[in-house]
Every structure is written in structure tokens, then in C-alpha cells.
């Protein structure tokens, strides 16, 4: 078979879009496969210029410097098209005559590529919305608290280890969960440690995991410890004030060499987690005291934040009632509402337990409502009773007869006067006696009636 006989017939067997042009960029020639895929028959094109149907198309490139593209993406504005193209020059006796074209549609690539961005888009933006909701819960309308929440939004981002200070129950773990649901390390664990309920013989087991037969009783294949499982992750170490003075020691060791072993193994796992401690403890006396390492102090207090307790966030009681109230409604569901007087108790009352015991006092008042409302009968009666005992408080003025501070000192001060008078030869003597000047003296005497 002679192959230059053939060499149309070739041409137009090939799936790919073949063009051919001249070096004065007339189209000599296409094939079937681009009369298909692009929709236009060969005597539209054949003897026309491409300059003047796809002035920037790609070949005229190559026709100029001579030099091959290989896998090169171009869009044919005239068929509103994306191509993925191989073009070469078509040189002969050493002299540039043309240049070849072969082309692959990849518009339908292009368009799920598009859809795609559009899809990923839109995840990123669901995402964020998911990673908001949780500091959304952390809305406050209270300067301390928004720049508490400022700085966790700020570092959650970074590897920085955080400090969360604050009374029990004031929300230290839903901090600690927001930030790392708005950290990049958001699709792994996040493994909360107390470490006030950890005894100390089961410190290394649990935090560091153990290796099989590493002591009587313990688990075949071993286990892993908290955190191996948090790797990737976040580690919360919640309570940290609570750790003995040996315990801090095994923690600092880790913290330091980013390393530990399993109890029983010899290898070191490297210790890749974010480290967020908690505690309602103050850290700086303890150091003071000598109940908490310095250098364990140093390690964690990276970025501190504190987080207020209830009592200095009342404007928030409304938006914490509703957040609650929301959850309670779908738990128990029944949609319960507070009249102004219940409210009013709750914003009388301190709050110790914090966000915690607001939880658990509506928490127990739904429980046990009948209706679609909380009358002050519903509330507890330790908060009721803070109420009652305010409204009962004594407010009879300390000075006998009831005048108050501003009148027993007038009454003093026209004692004094009278007295200075009595007491005195001339007024000028009362005067001196008083201390004050003619103009102030004057002036009193007209107050009191004494000219
Ligand atoms: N902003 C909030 N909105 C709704 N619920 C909240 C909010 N903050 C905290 N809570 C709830 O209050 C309770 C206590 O929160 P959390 O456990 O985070 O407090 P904590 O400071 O870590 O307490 P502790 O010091 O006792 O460990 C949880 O049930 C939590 O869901």
C-alpha cells in the first residue's frame, strides 16, 4: 500500500477536527470530523482566509515564528468553542508553506469544569455559613464579650495555642469548638480532655494510648490514646488548673517535644494537634503559689481570651433565652415564650452557674409547663427568692427621721450656725468660727430662715 495515495482518506477517518492553511492563512483544508464536530460544511470554508473568520486563532502564531504548540487551549470565538490543539508548521524544502491544525472539542469539558467551580463555590460558601453558625451562637451585644469572640474568629485560622479563661458554664467549650470548626482543621477530630476527671493512673493510658500486653488486663491490639485520635485535629484540654503538679510535668514533656510514646511501645508518635486549654482557675496566682508550672503557664497562655460571666453580660439574656428556647422547642416540642415578669427575674438574678445554669433552669421550666408561657410560679424558687428578698430590702434612711444623707447634713449645718450665733459676740466672730466666707454665711442664714 502506498501511504501518499492513502493520505486523504486518513485525514478523513481521524475523530480529531483537522485544519489546514496556506502561509497567506487561506484554508486549504478540513476534514469530515471538523465539518461535524464544529457544524460547518467544507465549502463555507475552503479558499477563505482564517484572518478573517478567527483572527486570533493560534496557527497564525505558529505560520509567524515557525514553531509547533502542543496541547494548546484556545477558545474559537467564531464557533463559540474551547479547543484543546496540536499545531505544527508544514514545511517543505526547507520553507514554511502552512501550518496543520488538529483539534479536540472540549467544550463540554469546559462547561462541567464551570459547573464544577460553580458547585465548589457554592460548598465554600456553605461551609462558611456552617462554620459561622457556631460563633453566630457566640453573638453578644457586650464590648468584652464581642472582643472575646474577635479573637477567636481572629486565631482560629492560625496553629496559635489559646487560653480560654472564664467561670463554669460560661461557654469555654463552645469557644474552643468554634474556633476549631473555623480552623483548617476543621474536617478532623476535636477530642476534649477534662482533666479534672482524669485520675492520675489513668493519665498516660488515655492521653497517650498503650501497646498491646502493656499491663495486666489491657486490650489486645492496645489502643489508642486521645491524642493519637485527635491527630489533625483539635485537642481541648479542658480544667487544666486542675492537673497535679506531676501531671503537668508529663503534659509539658509532650507539649515540648511534640512527641510521645504509647505506654508500652518504644516507637515516638509525633503529636500533631491544635492545643486549646481552659480553666476557671487563675493561672497567674497559682504560678504565684507554686500550684502551676511556669513554664507549662508560658506554653499554653499564647493567646489568652476571656470569656465574662453572665452577670456582666445581661444584654445578652434575651438572645441566650431565644437560642435556648429554640433548641427546648424542637427537644420537648412545645414553644414556650416568658412573660415580661419572668424575664425581669432573670435579669435580676446573678447567675453563677453562668450559660450552663440558664440552660438548665428553662430547660427544667419547659419540662414542667402546661402552658404556652412561663408565669413567675414556673421559676425556681432559689431565683424567685433573690428576687423577693431585693424587692423586700429595707429602704428606710439610715438617718433618724428619715431624711437621708443630703438632709442631715443640712440640719448639721443650721445647728452649726446657730450654735456659732449663740456662742458668738458679733457675726463677724460666727463667721470665723465657721470657716467659711461673709457670702456663704449669708446666704445660709437666708436658707435657713436665720435673718
Ligand atoms: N452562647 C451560647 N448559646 C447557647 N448555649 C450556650 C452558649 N454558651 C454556652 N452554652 C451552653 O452552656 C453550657 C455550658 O457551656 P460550656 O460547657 O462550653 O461551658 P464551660 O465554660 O466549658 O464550662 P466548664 O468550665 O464547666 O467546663 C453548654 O450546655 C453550652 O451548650
Not at 496557527?59 to 477558545?75: A, C, F
Not at 489559646?162 to 474556633?179: Q, S
Not at 510514646?261 to 509525633?270: A, F, K, M, Y
Request: hydrophobic share 40%; aromatic share 8%.
Amino acid at each position: 500500500m502506498k501511504l501518499a495515495n492513502h493520505l486523504l482518506s486518513i485525514l478523513e477517518s481521524l475523530h480529531d477536527a483537522v485544519l489546514v492553511i496556506a502561509r497567506d492563512s487561506t484554508i486549504v483544508y478540513i476534514n469530515n470530523a471538523y465539518s461535524v464536530q464544529f457544524g460547518v460544511p467544507a465549502d463555507k470554508l475552503i479558499g477563505r482566509k482564517l484572518s478573517k473568520v478567527e483572527p486570533k486563532a493560534r496557527i497564525h502564531d505558529v505560520l509567524k515564528n515557525g514553531q509547533p504548540l502542543i496541547n494548546d487551549y484556545s477558545y474559537l470565538h467564531s464557533l463559540n468553542i474551547h479547543v484543546f490543539a496540536n499545531i505544527t508548521p508544514l514545511i517543505e524544502n526547507g520553507e514554511l508553506i502552512g501550518a496543520v491544525a488538529i483539534m479536540k472539542d472540549i467544550s463540554e469539558f469546559y462547561a462541567l469544569q464551570d459547573e464544577l467551580e460553580r458547585y465548589k463555590t457554592y460548598s465554600t460558601r456553605l461551609e462558611e455559613q456552617l462554620h459561622n453558625k457556631i460563633f453566630e451562637m457566640l453573638e453578644s451585644h457586650v464590648p468584652v464579650m464581642r472582643q472575646a469572640v474577635h479573637i477567636a474568629r481572629q486565631v482560629a485560622e492560625s496553629e496559635a495555642t489559646i487560653m480560654l479563661y472564664g467561670e463554669t458554664g460560661v461557654g469555654k467549650e463552645v469557644f474552643a469548638r468554634a474556633i476549631h470548626e473555623a480552623s483548617p482543621r476543621r474536617d478532623r477530630e476535636f477530642v476534649a480532655i477534662n482533666m479534672a476527671s482524669l485520675p492520675e493512673s489513668l493519665f498516660e493510658s488515655e492521653l497517650f494510648g498503650f501497646e498491646d500486653g502493656s499491663f495486666t488486663g489491657s486490650r489486645k491490639g492496645g489502643k489508642k490514646g486521645l491524642l493519637e485520635l485527635a491527630e489533625g485535629g483539635t485537642l481541648f484540654l479542658d480544667e487544666i488548673g486542675e492537673l497535679s503538679l506531676f501531671l503537668q510535668a508529663k503534659l509539658l514533656r509532650v507539649l515540648q517535644e511534640r512527641l510521645f510514646r504509647r505506654v508500652g511501645g518504644t516507637n515516638p508518635v509525633p503529636l500533631n494537634v491544635r492545643i486549646i486549654g481552659a480553666t476557671n482557675r487563675n493561672l497567674n496566682k497559682m504560678m504565684e503559689t507554686g500550684a502551676f508550672r511556669n513554664d507549662l503557664y508560658y506554653r499554653l497562655h499564647v493567646v489568652p481570651i476571656h470569656i465574662p460571666p453572665l452577670r456582666e453580660r445581661k444584654p445578652d439574656l434575651p438572645l441566650l433565652i431565644h437560642t435556648i428556647m429554640g433548641d427546648l422547642s424542637m427537644k420537648y416540642g412545645k414553644h414556650i415564650t416568658l412573660t415580661q415578669e419572668v424575664y425581669e427575674m432573670f435579669e435580676q438574678y446573678d447567675w453563677p452557674g453562668n450559660v450552663r445554669e440558664l440552660g438548665n433552669v428553662l430547660e427544667r421550666m419547659t419540662a414542667i409547663c402546661p402552658r404556652s408561657y412561663f408565669v413567675p410560679d414556673d421559676v425556681p424558687e432559689s431565683i424567685r427568692q433573690e428576687r423577693e428578698a431585693e424587692k423586700m430590702e429595707d429602704t428606710t434612711p439610715i438617718y433618724e427621721g428619715g431624711i437621708g444623707l443630703p438632709g442631715a447634713i443640712e440640719q448639721t449645718e443650721k445647728e452649726m450656725i446657730i450654735e456659732a450665733l449663740r456662742v458668738s459676740r458679733t457675726k463677724t466672730a460666727a463667721i470665723e468660727r465657721l470657716g467659711i466666707s461673709r457670702k456663704a454665711f449669708y446666704q445660709k442664714l437666708k436658707k435657713y430662715g436665720l435673718l
